[in-house]
Each structure stands twice: as C-alpha cells, then as structure tokens.
C-alpha cells in the first residue's frame, strides 16, 4: 500500500439527524457511502447531482 501524504482521518462517526447516515465528524465522511441523497459525495462537492447524472431517482 502506498503512504499517503494526506493525513489519514482516524474517523469518528455519529449518527447524523439530518441525511439518516453515519457521518464522520471531522473530515465529514459517510461510513459506507460513496455519495449520499443529502448532497454529501467522496468524490466530489455535489453527490445530489452526482445521483442524477448517474440516473437515480429522487423524490422530492
Ligand atoms: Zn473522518
Ligand atoms: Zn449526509
């Protein structure tokens, strides 16, 4: 495995009230998740978006 400059986050997770998931409270990682309906992405800064683009269908 190569190091990583990137500080490795000894993540925390709690529930969080608000997207139903386990959310990291330091670096805002979501346990599991590659994106997430709440807007939240590993990947980028718009995982809602990254949800339509990639054709799943959320209901208003
Ligand atoms: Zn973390
Ligand atoms: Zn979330």
Partial sequence: MKKSK???CDHVYERNPYCGAWVCVKCDDHKGLERYFCGWSRTSSNGYRELL???E???E
């Fill in 6 to 8: 990137k500080k490795e």
């Fill in 53 to 55: 683009e990639m054709g």
């Fill in 57 to 59: 269908t959320i209901e």
